[in-house]
């Protein structure tokens, strides 16, 4: 049974930085492309940074490029978004996943609440 547990996320103010974690079990995680989503408030769901496996590759949504930096540990099975320099649109529940477009997503975790506010 795959399963995806996210945290990390928190209050913080505009400047900040956060740390995200997802812990995966239940497939083989060091073959998947990894991507972490998030849902701002009144949107829908979008892409923000994926890894490859192997962690060779990476890509970001354009507002977070420079930002923030998606990693992976595939011994722990754990993949990371280390958010820089956060503004208030960054305000969302995050969440982790498969890479969309390269797998088929896995039923979605909980999330983990970042909300960036003075």
């Known amino acids: 049974q795959v399963q995806l547990v996210e945290s990390g996320g928190g209050l913080v103010q505009p400047g900040g930085s956060l740390r995200l974690s997802c812990e995966a079990s239940g497939f083989t995680f060091s073959r998947y492309a990894m991507s972490w989503y998030r849902r701002a408030p009144g949107k829908e769901r979008a892409l923000v940074a994926t890894?490859?496996?192997?962690?060779?590759?990476?890509n970001y949504e354009d507002s977070v490029s420079g930002r923030f930096t998606i990693s992976r540990d595939d011994v722990k099975n754990r993949v990371y978004l280390q958010m820089n320099t956060l503004k208030p649109e960054d305000t969302a529940v995050y969440y982790c996943?498969?890479?969309?477009?390269?797998?088929?997503?896995?039923?979605w975790g909980q999330g983990t609440q970042v909300t960036v506010s003075p």
């Open positions: 996943n498969k890479a969309m477009g390269w797998h088929t997503l896995e039923a």
């Open positions: 890894i490859f496996s192997a962690g060779r590759n990476t």
